[in-house]
């Protein structure tokens, strides 16, 4: 079955015009080089949530400036980074997560790339974690930032 989409999509001047929309309204994804790059990752599948500065949206999405370290001090909160939703869910491979991970550190959490602690994620860490499966994130947060907490008095 033919879809409408597909239809305009067949019509070379209709499919000039809807690539011509795209790249008006997601100019952001081509400033990437390749779809493997972890930049490319970010824009496709967490910018649109935690904001192009990584921002997010205060009470609704975290912020990932100068917070991601508060998580991966602790081997439970290196756990918890890769098992939120939207990296638990992400249409990546374990390295491409990996390499997203160490991106999103060097690129929001600064200091602590450089400060000597960070231990960057391997693919294969990535895949042993998603292998445990879900676990409940809310609670599990509420855990690691008492620790986290706990660890730093």
């Known amino acids: 079955m033919i879809t409408g989409f597909h239809r305009l999509a067949g019509n070379t001047s209709t499919g000039c015009v809807w690539t011509c929309i795209c790249i008006l309204l997601f100019p952001s994804l081509l400033q990437a080089k390749s779809s493997s790059e972890p930049s490319y990752n970010y824009k496709l599948f ?7 500065d990584g921002t997010g949206v ?24 890769v098992q939120v939703p ?56 509420k855990s690691i930032l008492k620790s986290s907490y706990d660890f730093e008095n």
């Not at 997560?97 to 060097?106: G, Q």
């Not at 990535?126 to 292998?131: E, G, L, Q, S």
Request: proline share 5%; charged share 20%.
């Open 46 to 52: 967490c910018q649109g949530c935690h904001l192009p």
């Open 86 to 141: 939207g990296v638990m869910h992400a249409l990546l491979t374990d390295a491409e997560v990996a390499e997203l991970l160490n991106w999103l550190v060097k690129n929001f959490d600064y200091q602590f790339y450089v400060g000597g602690e960070f231990l960057p994620y391997s693919g294969k860490e990535v895949t042993n974690i998603r292998a445990k499966g879900y676990v409940d994130i809310v609670a599990k947060k």
């Open 58 to 81: 205060l009470g609704e999405v975290p912020s990932l400036v100068n917070n991601l370290s508060r998580y991966i001090k602790i081997p439970e909160g290196r756990e918890f980074i």
